[in-house]
């Protein structure tokens, strides 16, 4: 039995996947493979070609949203902390409040913060 290099969950050997020279469980390798890319024109453009329609937002995008109206703009690790999220969910739900234009991120020195668009 072996043990995932990102989460440390014991993992058999059928259920262990390769990435970049680790071995890692299902949720792991699929959270490397599978991350959104916050600038994507394409999913701009579909998320714009709805904007018609109220968009549906998650708990955790709404959440976001509302502490960034209330307290942005913020960085990561505080968005993170005050909502009780690991980074891995606040960067996905980010990317599809990015591809909506409901929230941005900008360079602050040589950080990023987080606002609304």
Same mark, same amino acid.
């Given at each position: 039995?072996? /043990? $995932? &290099?990102?989460?440390? %969950? @014991?993992?058999? %050997?059928?259920?262990?996947? #390769?990435? %970049?020279?680790? /071995?890692?469980? #299902?949720?792991?390798?699929? #959270?490397?493979? %599978?991350?959104?890319?916050?600038?994507?024109?394409?999913?701009?453009? @579909?998320? =714009? /070609? =709805? @904007?018609? !329609? &109220?968009?549906?937002?998650?708990?955790?995008?709404?959440?976001?949203?509302?502490?960034? !109206? +209330?307290?942005?703009?913020?960085?990561?690790? +505080?968005? $993170?902390?005050?909502?009780?999220?690991? +980074? &891995?969910?606040?960067?996905?739900?980010?990317?599809?409040?990015?591809?909506? #234009?409901?929230? =941005?991120?900008?360079?602050?020195?040589? !950080?990023? /913060?987080?606002?609304?668009?």
């Amino acid at each position: 039995m072996r /043990s $995932c &290099a990102k989460c440390g %969950a @014991s993992i058999d %050997a059928p259920e262990t996947y #390769e990435f %970049a020279g680790e /071995s890692l469980c #299902e949720d792991c390798y699929l #959270e490397r493979m %599978a991350k959104p890319i916050t600038c994507d024109p394409w999913a701009v453009y @579909s998320a =714009r /070609s =709805r @904007s018609g !329609k &109220a968009p549906q937002l998650t708990d955790i995008q709404g959440w976001i949203l509302n502490l960034l !109206k +209330e307290k942005g703009p913020l960085q990561a690790p +505080e968005i $993170c902390r005050q909502l009780g999220i690991s +980074e &891995a969910q606040f960067q996905n739900n980010f990317a599809t409040l990015r591809h909506m #234009e409901l929230a =941005r991120g900008f360079k602050d020195d040589d !950080k990023v /913060s987080y606002t609304l668009f």
